[in-house]
T-cell receptor, first 114, second 114 residues
Framework: DTAVSQTPKYLVTQMGNDKSIKCEQN?????MYWYKQDSKKFLKIMFS???????INETVPNRFSPKSPDKAHLNLHINSLELGDSAVYFC?????????????FGPGTRLTVT | AQSVTQLGSHVSVSEGALVLLRCNYS??????LFWYVQYPNQGLQLLLK??????LVKGINGFEAEFKKSETSFHLTKPSAHMSDAAEYFC????????????FGSGTRLQVQP
């Protein structure tokens, strides 16, 4: 009955590879997000989708491409991985209507690029 | 643009002592404010939120925070620290436009000494 789930939890890969991280929420929320947490624990928004429509696309290399097949899923595909992509990636969701803007986070995916 | 400043990257208290984690925000309009907690190797859990109702907000695990507009502050407190409170704490402010992105502070690591 996990509210926001991510797979995989750990991802170790080599430079130049392409990888995907999947996120699913069962909260019935309309909006989903990807955040990146760097080695200093700093969290920064990358993308958000509302009902499968891209709302936020921060200054992120275009090697990162989010895809939302439906409002319960938001995946993150990363091409040509670089060492600097090593981080923890968090998925989150929030209701679009009403609510008070709080977001619910998944457990994170720790990506290590070697 | 909104921003959040957390004073003190590390705070250490004795078990049973008062916990005070500081957060100051910058926003052109009254914001929504949040405190999240992150335990090691876990996602972020919402502790409490301020959404322009009561200025003193109570959250989970005995934490509370007071919104002070004159000081642009939203400090987190707990009267008596428990060993299980040791974690990273993040203050966040919400973008009140349709983007709804959260802007996070840099985090404060709370250590609780026996």
């Amino acid at each position: 009955d996990t509210a926001v789930s991510q797979t995989p939890k750990y991802l170790v890969t080599q430079m130049g590879n392409d990888k995907s991280i999947k996120c699913e929420q069962n909260l019935g929320h309309d909006t989903m997000y990807w955040y990146k947490q760097d080695s200093k624990k700093f969290l920064k928004i990358m993308f958000s989708y509302n009902n499968k429509e891209l709302i936020i696309n921060e200054t992120v290399p275009n090697r990162f491409s989010p895809k939302s097949p439906d409002k319960a899923h938001l995946n993150l595909h990363i091409n040509s991985l670089e060492l600097g992509d090593s981080a923890v990636y968090f998925c989150a969701s929030s209701p679009q209507r009403g609510g008070t803007y709080e977001q619910y986070f998944g457990p994170g995916t720790r990506l290590t690029v070697t | 643009a909104q921003s959040v400043t957390q004073l003190g990257s590390h705070v250490s208290v004795s078990e049973g002592a008062l916990v005070l984690l500081r957060c100051n925000y910058s926003s052109s309009v009254p914001p929504y404010l949040f405190w999240y907690v992150q335990y090691p190797n876990q996602g972020l859990q919402l502790l409490l939120k301020y959404t322009s109702a009561a200025t003193l907000v109570k959250g989970i695990n005995g934490f509370e925070a007071e919104f002070k507009k004159s000081e642009t502050s939203f400090h987190l407190t707990k009267p008596s620290a428990h060993m299980s409170d040791a974690a990273e704490y993040f203050c966040a402010v919400s973008d009140l436009t349709g983007r709804r992105a959260l802007t996070f502070g840099s985090g404060t690591r709370l250590q609780v000494q026996p």
